[in-house]
């Protein structure tokens, strides 16, 4: 009822953009924790998922892991008169490339693609891993169920591919899972080059990895808090960019931290009750994971996880020492939870791929003047563009004008020197591409 009244009164507030507003809702509304309890249920029955782990037989290890989530997707696509394109991607790791690999393995990547009607070469991502570990990394043999780390992610993915596939979107998304991530992130390296051979044009990617636990190690205990670690920009960067970041600013304001910000500001638009807490690093601390790679080769990626974690959960044989009990086990996962991140995932994902194309170029003037002026290239299908500014020391963008079908506008009495700008641009609906920061300047 709550979500009928708030739609209706969009209706006649905003005209169409209400109609887009109630498919985020219900989007929410479809994910169901019981079918992540089950789907995780299901990975963790494969005892191991270990990269390295059994390949041939029907019940046990990665490769029995991977058949089955490839069979999901394709259920899923016959469900949506075949709307997903599902294949394996894979690549051969030869015996030494790490001390993990020891011996030649086959890491095979599961994908489906969501191909979009008007932008079918741009892609935002969604993934989770396939694989798990006990305390000794190349421990291929004993039990890893990887509840938490990472069945809760990659169960996520796949029920954000159930709820999903009954859209249609203008962008293509695609839902996979990773392989070899314990092993050296190999998986999302291998992705991450096969899109840019294939010249995928990636707006983002979100690498969800443990989004299942609620009781953290600290003591804390939270349903609601989770992280969004975000590089600040990308190391493809040209000394020519890192030299203009010194005088114009930008240090906090890569590709990867505007589609965190993304992320951030979508949750507390249509989940206020949860807290996402932006984490101004590329990972925790000397840690890894599987957006990594993609941002490696430029992409804009995150991490989105839960941000309570319990160390005695993660990479650990199972065991009982000292009282205390350790392992990835099904009980430690809190399938609400999962629920709830994985609406995350799916209302950005959705946010992103309704909204049009990001202006190509923002370009920034008001040098010495009492007012900010941006000229941005138009976009594709935007019916609108929508500036953004901030305080330098404000991670969020706090202030906006929706400034109607322009290409350039001045920003009266707000002066250059005290902010950060952006500019987004807005679909017919509403929905708004990732903020661009200024990437030029003028004077005149």
């Excluded at 019981?34 to 299901?42: S, V």
């Excluded at 001390?99 to 393995?105: A, F, G, L, Q």
Aim: aromatic fraction near 10%; charged fraction near 25%; proline fraction near 4%.
């Amino acid at each position: 009822m709550k979500h009928l009244f708030f739609s209706l009164l969009c209706l006649m507030t905003f005209g169409s953009f209400a109609q887009s507003s109630g498919d985020i809702y219900n989007i929410i509304d479809a994910v169901s924790a019981d079918r992540i309890e089950a789907d995780i249920t299901t990975l963790v029955g494969f005892g191991t998922r270990h990269t390295l782990s059994d390949t041939t037989s029907a019940t046990r290890g990665i490769g029995a892991a991977r058949r089955w989530i490839k069979s999901e997707f394709e259920k899923i696509s016959s469900q949506c008169e075949n709307c997903l394109d599902v294949f394996y991607q894979k690549e051969l790791v030869k015996k030494g490339e790490n001390k993990r690999i020891v011996k030649d393995v086959m890491v095979v990547n599961v994908v489906a693609v969501q191909k979009g009607t008007k932008y079918p070469n741009r892609y935002i991502i969604m993934s989770g891993d396939i694989d798990s570990r006990v305390s000794d990394p190349t421990n291929f043999t004993d039990d890893s169920p990887g509840a938490n780390d990472n069945a809760s992610g990659m169960a996520g993915t796949i029920e954000a591919a159930r709820v999903l596939s009954k859209y249609k979107f203008e962008n293509s998304v695609i839902y996979v899972g990773l392989s070899g991530e314990e092993q050296g992130l190999f998986g999302g390296k291998s992705l991450a080059a096969y899109a840019k051979e294939k010249g995928w044009n990636i707006i983002g990617v979100l690498n969800n990895d443990m989004i299942g636990n609620i009781k953290g190690v600290d003591g804390v205990v939270s349903n609601r808090d989770f992280r969004i670690f975000s590089e600040p920009v990308p190391p493809t960067e040209t000394e020519r960019q890192r030299r203009s970041r010194r005088l114009y600013g930008g240090e906090v304001d890569g590709i990867s931290r505007q589609l965190a910000r993304y992320v951030h500001k979508t949750t507390k638009t249509y989940m206020p009750e949860m807290n996402p807490m932006m984490i101004y690093r590329l990972d925790r601390f000397g840690r890894g994971g599987h957006h990594r790679p993609f941002n490696d080769q430029g992409f804009a990626g995150i991490r989105i996880m839960e941000a309570h974690e319990n160390y005695t959960q993660q990479h650990q044989d199972i065991r009982i020492e000292d009282g205390i009990a350790y392992g990835d086990v099904l009980e430690h996962v809190n399938f609400d939870y999962a629920a709830k991140l994985t609406a995350v995932n799916a209302i950005n994902l959705a946010s992103i791929a309704w909204a049009p194309p990001s202006p190509a170029e923002v370009q920034i003037g008001g040098i010495v003047k009492p007012s900010a002026i941006l000229k941005w290239s138009r976009s594709d299908g935007a019916k609108g563009y929508k500036i953004y500014w901030r305080d330098t020391t404000s991670p969020t963008w706090d202030h906006s004008r929706h400034v109607g079908d322009v290409t350039e506008y001045t920003l009266e009495g707000i002066v250059i020197d005290n902010y950060f700008f952006g500019v987004s641009a807005v679909s017919e609906d509403g929905f708004e591409s990732p903020v661009v920061f200024p990437n030029a300047i003028f004077r005149n």
